[in-house]
Nanobody, 127 residues
Framework: VQLQASGGGLVQAGGSLRLSCAAS?????????????MGWFRQAPGKEREFIAA????????YYADSVKGRFTISRDNEKNIMYLQMNMPKPENTAVYYC????????????????WGQGTQVTVSS
């Protein structure tokens, strides 16, 4: 599946921003978007890529890193082949390139479990 992240930009701390991850309708294997568990990760300069949130293939199960729990919300629309990350009350330390990822099977917090990655979208949070 091909993924394209978008929606990044400059946001003030305490504001809000919504990221999107659009997926191709069908992969070469014949799988549809709804076959994949999805995740969001981020990578700040000089740091490793870290897990933010994940969502099961149906959207009924979600999981968050403690650092974003209660402020960020992951969701998906399988009819539109899009996943979202609603970022509320972002902090300057949340400045990073945000990546979306997909994997077959149950969602995971490990970046090594994901098979497909989007190109990333820059989020900059000003204080």
């Amino acid at each position: 599946v091909q993924l394209q992240a978008s929606g990044g930009g400059l946001v003030q701390a305490g504001g809000s921003l919504r990221l999107s991850c659009a997926a191709s309708r069908r992969t070469s294997s014949g799988r549809t978007f709804s076959s994949y568990a999805m995740g969001w990760f981020r990578q700040a300069p000089g740091k490793e890529r870290e897990f933010i949130a994940a969502i099961g293939y149906s959207g009924g199960t979600t999981y968050y890193a403690d650092s974003v729990k209660g402020r960020f919300t992951i969701s998906r629309d399988n009819e539109k082949n899009i996943m979202y990350l609603q970022m509320n009350m972002p902090k300057p330390e949340n400045t990073a390139v945000y990546y979306c990822a997909a994997q077959v099977g149950f969602y995971s917090v490990s970046r090594d479990s994901y098979d497909y990655w989007g190109q990333g979208t820059q989020v900059t949070v000003s204080s």
